[in-house]
């Protein structure tokens, strides 16, 4: 299969795929996207926030197959591209497939902190870091049960991706600089 010049990059929550990927956009000259938010205004317009709609979205496949349909069609039309996603190393195998891991505790702390008022409007976070880390266990919970039975893939699972970068060892210049420098090697392969 050939290469194209997609980067994919999944994770856990705070992992910082967004502004991983948002940096790299910006580093590369390419374009971004990110499913999450594209999920998350879903759920929005629904009136529900990211968990309600994850577990939603395990009664309803419309939602998933929303995104994935954005993600394939983003894959076989786009080169350039940067996408934050969960599952968009299933979709585009021929993308640079990069997973960043974090503690979920850790995880939490990150979003606590660092949280925007629009990604507040769309997801009760609560002030509790050991709270919020079972919300997120939750949401992975729910994720891999979605996306085993969807696709037989779990997200999760980092033999799933050409690189994985733990982002508590690393602040977000060092995991964009790992990621640009293996890239680049990648796509001279």
């Not at 079972?134 to 980092?158: G, I």
């Not at 991706?161 to 060892?169: G, H, Q, S």
């Amino acid at each position: 299969m050939e290469k194209k010049h997609i980067i994919t990059i999944a994770g856990k929550p705070g992992s910082g795929k967004s502004t991983t990927s948002k940096g790299l956009a910006r580093a590369l000259g390419y374009l971004h996207f990110s499913s999450g938010d594209f999920f998350r205004a879903i759920g929005k317009e629904r009136g529900f926030d990211v968990l309600a709609t994850n577990l939603l979205a395990e009664q309803e496949k419309s939602i998933d197959e929303a995104v994935d349909q954005k993600l394939r069609e983003l894959g076989a039309k786009e080169d350039q591209m940067v996408i934050d996603s969960r599952m968009a190393w299933h979709w585009m195998p021929y993308s640079f497939r990069v997973y960043l891991d974090l503690d979920l505790t850790v995880a939490a702390e990150r979003i606590i902190s660092h949280t925007d008022e629009a990604r507040r409007a769309a997801e009760f976070i609560p002030s509790s870091p050991v709270l919020y880390a079972k919300t997120l266990q939750d949401r992975l919970d729910s994720e891999s049960k979605r996306y085993l039975s969807l696709y037989d893939a779990n997200p999760y699972n980092p033999d799933n991706y050409d690189l994985v970068v733990d982002t508590a060892a690393n602040d977000i210049e060092a995991v964009q600089k790992i990621i640009l420098d293996a890239y680049t090697t990648w796509a001279e392969l």
